[in-house]
């Protein structure tokens, strides 16, 4: 597990593309530049580790182009301490994004495969989730509810219902909406039953999948 200069550099260079896209929180920006994405992909991919794109990973999922994580993640206006929902624990990417943000990660992952090898990995690399569980992400985690965030990292058909349900009022959830192409959309819980919607452009994920596998 070497993260040398040389993959520090690329990193730099990731940071100041993701940049020149439109990311500005710089909280963001240094949780791209610190975290060491080589390690969380298949080493015949490293050289590509810091590319601005996404790249397959097990269980014919694919880790999140960085520029994509970075823009939920300022989407999500993360504070220290805050309670994340995370749907969809993947590489371990995202999460490791939001933990350096200073977030109380509760993450869920369906498929077993990637759900065993990410929670062992992440905590090799230092970051500890509050809640790493094995199940359909459609339901959440309601046991821990309220959040004050909820992120998607899959693109669902529609928005659950049980993940609106478990926001706190004046909480945050950001999912990419739609089949082929996604609409990356941003609700804001106003009270119990209203609900701010905001959309901000397409953008591609692997579809968040009903049942574990």
Avoid: W
Avoid at 14 to 34: H, P, Q, S, Y
Avoid at 59 to 78: K, M, N
């Amino acid at each position: 597990m070497k993260d040398t200069y040389r993959h520090q550099g690329k990193r730099q260079q990731l940071v100041r593309t993701v940049k020149k896209k439109g990311i500005t929180d710089e909280k963001v920006l240094a949780a791209i530049g610190k975290i060491p994405r080589h390690l969380f992909m298949d080493s015949s991919f490293e050289d590509h580790a810091y590319q601005d794109k996404a790249f397959p990973i097990a269980a014919d999922q694919t880790i999140s182009q960085p520029y994509t994580v970075a823009f939920q993640s300022q989407l999500l206006e993360i504070k220290k301490g805050d309670k994340v929902l995370e749907v969809g624990t993947g590489s371990g990417y995202q999460t490791a994004v939001l933990c350096e943000l200073g977030a109380k990660v509760y993450s869920i992952e369906r498929q077993r495969e990637l759900y065993k090898k990410t929670k062992t990995f992440l905590s090799k690399l230092g970051y500890r989730p509050k809640y790493l569980s094995f199940g359909d992400g459609y339901k959440g985690i309601p046991e821990y509810a309220p959040y004050d965030k909820i992120i998607v990292t899959a693109g669902a058909p529609v928005v659950p219902k049980d993940l609106l349900s478990q926001l706190k009022v004046g909480g945050r959830l950001v999912i990419p909406v739609g089949t082929e192409v996604q609409t990356m959309t941003l609700f804001i819980r106003k009270t119990a039953k209203e609900f701010d919607k905001k959309e901000y452009g397409a953008f591609r994920f692997v579809p968040l999948l009903e049942d574990k596998n």
